[in-house]
């Protein structure tokens, strides 16, 4: 079992800088690849980025590509999701989840374990 624990939330103003973080408990992280989603209100889970095992390997959402940084230091099992030049439509929570396996995915039912999330507000 992994539990996923995320932080850095917060409110921030349109062109603002956050970096989120996403501990993982156990052993296995650094053999899973990571992935961030985020859900909006009234809107369905989404795809923001992902990143493979040895953190080689990257893919992003068009609609984060270019301000979205995705990294991992598997020294200390956590995975980050730097986002720069924030707009409020990134306004969501936002998840960090573990695959079973290292290999990157953009699907969320790929993933095998959640974390809790982290609410992200930006403001117009």
């Known amino acids: 079992q992994v539990q996923l624990v995320e932080s850095g939330g917060g409110l921030v103003q349109a062109g603002d800088s956050l970096r989120l973080s996403c501990v993982a408990s156990?052993?296995?992280?650094?053999?899973?690849?990571m992935g961030w989603f985020r859900q909006a209100p009234g809107k369905e889970r989404e795809f923001v980025a992902t990143?493979?095992?040895?953190?080689?390997?990257?893919s992003y959402a068009d609609s984060v590509k270019g301000r979205f940084t995705i990294s991992r230091v598997n020294g200390k099992n956590t995975v980050y999701l730097q986002m720069n030049s924030l707009k409020p439509e990134d306004t969501a929570v936002y998840y960090c989840a573990a695959r079973r396996d290292g290999y990157v995915s953009r699907e969320a039912i790929d993933y095998a374990y959640w974390g809790q999330g982290t609410q992200v507000t930006v403001s117009s």
């Open positions: 990143i493979n095992w040895i953190g080689g390997s990257t």
């Open positions: 156990g052993r296995t992280f650094s053999s899973r690849a």
